[in-house]
């Protein structure tokens, strides 16, 4: 059974900065494309970040790029994404997830094992 598990959440101020991690466990971590996004209330979950198994592409939404930083470590199971320059539009609990079949790394739809949230704060 696959589980994931978010940490590193919390609140902050504007301007501040925020590291998340995504432990998984069940299954062979290396072999998937991972992906993080997030929900603020009354809001469809939306694209965030993604990393392909291997580190060597990334993808981020255009309202992230250039302040946040998705990264993995194969070898601790482990994903992150490190938030810095932190908004208060950024608020919203946030996901990791794995992808279980073909498809745009944008898409909700393309992953199948999702993390229960790591609820992020920015205050102005």
């Known amino acids: 059974q696959v589980q994931l598990v978010e940490s590193g959440g919390g609140s902050v101020q504007a301007g501040g900065s925020l590291r998340l991690s995504c432990t998984a466990s069940?299954?062979?971590?290396?072999?998937?494309?991972m992906g993080w996004f997030r929900q603020a209330p009354g809001k469809e979950r939306e694209f965030v970040a993604a990393?392909?198994?291997?580190?060597?592409?990334?993808s981020y939404a255009d309202s992230v790029k250039g302040r946040f930083t998705i990264s993995r470590d194969n070898a601790k199971n482990t994903m992150y994404l490190q938030m810095n320059s932190l908004k208060p539009e950024d608020t919203a609990v946030y996901y990791c997830?794995?992808?279980?079949?073909?498809?745009?790394?944008?898409?909700?739809?393309?992953?199948?094992?999702w993390g229960q949230g790591t609820q992020v704060t920015v205050s102005s």
């Open positions: 069940g299954g062979t971590f290396s072999l998937y494309h």
């Open positions: 997830a794995r992808t279980g079949r073909s498809g745009s790394l944008y898409s909700k739809f393309t992953y199948d094992y």
């Open positions: 990393i392909t198994w291997s580190g060597s592409s990334i």
